[in-house]
T-cell receptor, first 113, second 113 residues
């Protein structure tokens, strides 16, 4: 069965600290896709990244970076030099041959000024 | 702005009442989805439509019906609302069914009393 686990319910850091959000997934498929979404306090869902199972290269976009490791079934998200505007709930999600996007429960990130 | 438009944004229903949530996208996407988000949980798929003319059940379809009216529109109907259906509902679309990033609407906050 497919499953996405975000063990960190809530993380609180002081601005400018680096923070890593963990995501562990389960799937039997060899072809699958992993996603990260951001949900700020306003409630909308913002797409951050998509990664397919054949591409294990780490991705960097500004202060955001993602570490995909198939050996540990993890797709972790790091924010470098965090800012108050990064405060949000972050969701990790998995899409495989079942055509459904399976979501983790989310990690609430609080960045204190 | 291009994207996914959901109406209404807020709704309060009495138990047993019916209503339809509307969703329209203008990105020429083939696939559309309805999710619900409950506190402390990730999104759960209610129904999806891989392409115009097709609909399929997701993880939590009971108590809901959908209609893919045309390529742009995908509506969600609650025939007899129950308090357990109090939730935030999100419509989403993607170009294809598997592996694409989803674009989400801004959500509908539904309360059933």
């Amino acid at each position: 069965a497919q499953k996405v686990t975000q063990a960190q319910t809530e993380i609180s850091v002081v601005e400018k600290e680096d923070v890593t959000l963990d995501c562990v997934y389960e799937t039997r498929d060899t072809t699958y896709y992993l996603f990260w979404y951001k949900q700020p306090p306003s409630g909308e869902l913002v797409f951050l990244i998509r990664r397919n199972s054949f591409d294990e290269q780490n991705e960097i976009s500004g202060r955001y970076s993602w570490n995909f490791q198939k050996s540990t079934s993890s797709f972790n998200f790091t924010i470098t030099a965090s800012q108050v505007v990064d405060s949000a709930v972050y969701f990790c999600a998995l899409s495989d041959s079942n055509y459904q996007l399976i979501w983790g429960a989310g990690t609430k990130l609080i960045i204190k000024p | 702005n291009a994207g996914v438009t959901q109406t209404p944004k807020f709704q309060v229903l009495k138990t047993g009442q019916s209503m339809t949530l509307q969703c329209a996208q203008d990105m020429n996407h083939n696939s559309m989805y309805w999710y619900r988000q409950d506190p402390g949980m990730g999104l759960r798929l209610i129904y999806y439509s891989a392409s115009e003319g097709t609909t399929d059940k997701g993880e939590v379809p009971n108590g809901y019906n959908v209609s893919r009216l045309n390529k742009r529109e995908f509506s969600l109907r609650l025939e007899s609302a129950a308090p357990s259906q109090t939730s935030v509902y999100f419509c989403a679309s993607s170009a294809e069914l598997v592996g694409e990033g989803y674009t989400f609407g801004s959500g509908t906050r539904l309360t059933v009393v």
